[in-house]
């Protein structure tokens, strides 16, 4: 018979948020007053957002462990991203938690991220404690937002206890919670009590042998491996000799060369660990997410990390093109193969199958966002490598055809709702709801598909001149709703190798938007513009003014050309057609066709149109 005891010198939380409702700022404040830090110690803000670009874009992308010290009480915090597309991290995170911290913004309320994440922890039965955050805000509005909530886990299914949750009011940028809105607080002692009182200790059979599921890898280059997880049950210490239980029932022998618990955002070597505490261990090179680390004695798997299917697929190659090598050191298919694999080992929600060719891969996730930051991650690496557009990944159900449908939440100016509304349902979108607040600006749900989003995100910014605000969730997949045109404009396409040349940009101009600047490299097949009709154009960017000896030379320099707008990463997947791929250095992101000859795409459209 088992006996289930709970460890009460622990608490393990994972704290939810949507993107910038202030969930890294509140750790922060955890942090400063919990005693982690010397008084007069210089500690830099946002002290999770580890990752250059986690740290550039003000987002949580991966999931990461800490603690607090609250007394004999240790609180492992688990931050966990607030976008959809990487919610291969939330699942993983979540399997360590025993509760979950709601942090809402005051003005905003529950948004779709917010959404997605609470869901999958109601779906694991966590408790709840709800923080309405940024009180302070001059368009705060605490009791809509609360009826919001409410709403929000009514419509996910919560039970009666969920829905009991305890309440706090909070400024995460000054370090206050308080019951009250209207009392304010000095710090955030009413939330470490919640905690305490709320949460509950991680249970566990006081009689089981050590069990350990591993829920994140990451790597040492002196300790090697490192397999992060939760204690589920026993007690385990240095040099012990353990086994690692793989997805196939088999069992490879591991000897434990050290372990690890958090303190604070750091790692401290730990001689031996407590049932329930989060730990990071060390002495196994072959391990998956998903994996239990138990005794060799008694081996008993736990349950596996299960995520979401993938729903988008992009295809990653080599670079082809004629400046290839110049600007990357890592350019060879092996060398891109080993970094998605390594990523897929490293992420759940991530799949790599090979491609239709030796040297391509098919990369499948949950997101265009999601691929984009792999994307960028490995040019900051030194990879060069080719990228496609993203496409959905369709089902075959009964002889139908199924797609990934998202529930999309707009919030723009009601002078802006027409030509929203127009663009959506040109791409086969479907208004279920709209809100007008009466305050000039109109909240609106659309039913639309997955495939409809890829490319809209730019265009939307433009229609509502910076002001609108896009989000949404992947709501399931529902019956193909049609095509419908991607793109209105063509290309402009470079028809020789050379450098760009000022005379012939400006005499371009008129065609379209540029991409390149003069002197810019450019090559045949590259793409060097957007043209404003629809159908691709062949120019030549390369072509110099005649010089005769009735004209200077120097009149060129009076020609000026329109700034032309640096080409992100996003924008460039975006842009992309079916034909067309994405080169990506270290140092530039071009865009051209993957057929780099004008023949070779033509007899690739003869051949498409079934005429050769």
């Given at each position: 018979?088992?006996?289930?005891?709970?460890?009460?010198?622990?608490?393990?939380?994972?704290?939810?948020?949507?993107?910038?409702?202030?969930?890294?700022?509140?750790?922060?404040?955890?942090?400063?007053?919990?005693?982690?830090?010397?008084?007069?110690?210089?500690?830099?803000?946002?002290?999770?957002?580890?990752?250059?670009?986690?740290?550039?874009?003000?987002?949580?992308?991966?999931?990461?462990?800490?603690?607090?010290?609250?007394?004999?009480?240790?609180?492992?915090?688990?931050?966990?991203?607030?976008?959809?597309?990487?919610?291969?991290?939330?699942?993983?995170?979540?399997?360590?938690?025993?509760?979950?911290?709601?942090?809402?913004?005051?003005?905003?309320?529950?948004?779709?991220?917010?959404?997605?994440?609470?869901?999958?922890?109601?779906?694991?039965?966590?408790?709840?404690?709800?923080?309405?955050?940024?009180?302070?805000?001059?368009?705060?509005?605490?009791?809509?937002?609360?009826?919001?909530?409410?709403?929000?886990?009514?419509?996910?299914?919560?039970?009666?206890?969920?829905?009991?949750?305890?309440?706090?009011?909070?400024?995460?940028?000054?370090?206050?919670?308080?019951?009250?809105?209207?009392?304010?607080?000095?710090?955030?002692?009413?939330?470490?009590?919640?905690?305490?009182?709320?949460?509950?200790?991680?249970?566990?059979?006081?009689?089981?042998?050590?069990?350990?599921?591993?829920?994140?890898?990451?790597?040492?280059?002196?300790?090697?491996?490192?397999?992060?997880?939760?204690?589920?049950?026993?007690?385990?210490?240095?040099?012990?000799?353990?086994?690692?239980?793989?997805?196939?029932?088999?069992?490879?022998?591991?000897?434990?060369?050290?372990?690890?618990?958090?303190?604070?955002?750091?790692?401290?070597?730990?001689?031996?660990?407590?049932?329930?505490?989060?730990?990071?261990?060390?002495?196994?090179?072959?391990?998956?997410?998903?994996?239990?680390?138990?005794?060799?004695?008694?081996?008993?798997?736990?349950?596996?990390?299960?995520?979401?299917?993938?729903?988008?697929?992009?295809?990653?190659?080599?670079?082809?093109?004629?400046?290839?090598?110049?600007?990357?050191?890592?350019?060879?298919?092996?060398?891109?193969?080993?970094?998605?694999?390594?990523?897929?080992?490293?992420?759940?929600?991530?799949?790599?199958?090979?491609?239709?060719?030796?040297?391509?891969?098919?990369?499948?996730?949950?997101?265009?966002?999601?691929?984009?930051?792999?994307?960028?991650?490995?040019?900051?690496?030194?990879?060069?490598?080719?990228?496609?557009?993203?496409?959905?990944?369709?089902?075959?159900?009964?002889?139908?055809?199924?797609?990934?449908?998202?529930?999309?939440?707009?919030?723009?100016?009601?002078?802006?709702?027409?030509?929203?509304?127009?663009?959506?349902?040109?791409?086969?979108?479907?208004?279920?709801?709209?809100?007008?607040?009466?305050?000039?600006?109109?909240?609106?749900?659309?039913?639309?598909?997955?495939?409809?989003?890829?490319?809209?995100?730019?265009?939307?910014?433009?229609?509502?001149?910076?002001?609108?605000?896009?989000?949404?969730?992947?709501?399931?997949?529902?019956?193909?709703?049609?095509?419908?045109?991607?793109?209105?404009?063509?290309?402009?396409?470079?028809?020789?190798?050379?450098?760009?040349?000022?005379?012939?940009?400006?005499?371009?101009?008129?065609?379209?938007?540029?991409?390149?600047?003069?002197?810019?490299?450019?090559?045949?097949?590259?793409?060097?513009?957007?043209?404003?009709?629809?159908?691709?154009?062949?120019?030549?960017?390369?072509?110099?003014?005649?010089?005769?000896?009735?004209?200077?030379?120097?009149?060129?320099?009076?020609?000026?050309?329109?700034?032309?707008?640096?080409?992100?990463l996003e924008r460039a997947i975006h842009f992309i057609g079916e034909d067309e791929c994405v080169e990506v250095t270290p140092e530039s992101i071009r865009l051209r066709k993957l057929a780099l000859t004008a023949q070779e795409r033509r007899r690739n459209e003869k051949i498409k149109k079934g005429v050769a």
């Open positions: 018979m088992t006996t289930s005891v709970r460890n009460e010198k622990l608490r393990n939380i994972a704290i939810i948020a949507h993107v910038d409702h202030g969930k890294t700022t509140l750790v922060d404040a955890m942090f400063r007053q919990s005693g982690l830090f010397r008084a007069n110690q210089e500690v830099q803000d946002r002290l999770m957002d580890s990752m250059d670009l986690e740290r550039e874009r003000g987002i949580t992308i991966a999931a990461k462990n800490c603690s607090v010290q609250l007394g004999d009480v240790k609180i492992n915090i688990i931050d966990t991203p607030g976008h959809a597309d990487f919610g291969g991290e939330v699942e993983r995170s979540l399997s360590m938690a025993d509760g979950a911290v709601l942090l809402v913004d005051a003005s905003e309320g529950p948004l779709p991220q917010t959404r997605f994440v609470l869901q999958k922890a109601l779906g694991r039965g966590l408790p709840i404690i709800v923080v309405i955050n940024k009180i302070d805000r001059p368009d705060a509005r605490a009791d809509e937002v609360l009826d919001e909530i409410y709403d929000l886990l009514i419509d996910l299914g919560a039970n009666e206890e969920q829905l009991e949750f305890p309440l706090l009011y909070a400024i995460g940028r000054e370090g206050v919670a308080m019951a009250d809105p209207a009392v304010k607080g000095t710090d955030l002692r009413p939330l470490f009590d919640l905690i305490m009182t709320e949460i509950p200790g991680p249970a566990h059979d006081e009689d089981a042998p050590f069990q350990m599921l591993v829920s994140d890898l990451s790597y040492s280059d002196y300790l090697g491996r490192l397999a992060v997880g939760k204690v589920f049950n026993g007690k385990a210490h240095a040099n012990d000799t353990l086994v690692c239980l793989k997805e196939d029932g088999t069992a490879a022998p591991l000897r434990v060369t050290r372990l690890q618990s958090y303190v604070g955002p750091r790692l401290d070597p730990a001689e031996s660990v407590e049932p329930g505490d989060i730990i990071v261990l060390s002495g196994i090179e072959d391990v998956k997410i998903g994996d239990t680390i138990c005794t060799k004695e008694a081996p008993k798997a736990l349950p596996r990390i299960s995520v979401d299917e993938p729903t988008v697929s992009m295809r990653f190659s080599i670079n082809t093109s004629p400046l290839a090598g110049r600007e990357g050191k890592l350019v060879q298919a092996n060398k891109i193969r080993e970094r998605l694999e390594k990523e897929a080992l490293m992420n759940v929600a991530i799949r790599v199958e090979d491609g239709p060719d030796r040297d391509s891969f098919i990369v499948k996730g949950r997101g265009e966002f999601q691929m984009a930051i792999l994307v960028e991650t490995m040019r900051r690496e030194g990879f060069e490598l080719t990228v496609g557009r993203p496409e959905v990944i369709l089902r075959k159900e009964d002889g139908k055809t199924l797609e990934p449908i998202e529930r999309l939440f707009v919030d723009c100016g009601e002078e802006f709702t027409g030509v929203v509304t127009e663009k959506l349902s040109a791409r086969k979108g479907r208004m279920v709801n709209m809100t007008n607040n009466g305050l000039g600006r109109v909240r609106m749900e659309f039913s639309i598909p997955s495939r409809s989003l890829i490319g809209y995100r730019d265009e939307f910014l433009t229609d509502t001149k910076g002001t609108g605000l896009l989000n949404s969730y992947l709501e399931g997949y529902g019956e193909h709703r049609g095509d419908f045109p991607s793109r209105r404009t063509g290309s402009i396409v470079c028809d020789r190798a050379g450098s760009a040349v000022t005379y012939a940009l400006f005499h371009l101009e008129p065609r379209g938007q540029l991409f390149v600047r003069p002197n810019d490299a450019v090559y045949d097949g590259m793409i060097v513009g957007e043209r404003n009709k629809s159908g691709d154009i062949e120019v030549n960017p390369c072509k110099e003014k005649k010089l005769t000896n009735m004209r200077a030379s120097g009149k060129d320099e009076s020609l000026i050309l329109t700034p032309v707008k640096p080409m992100s």
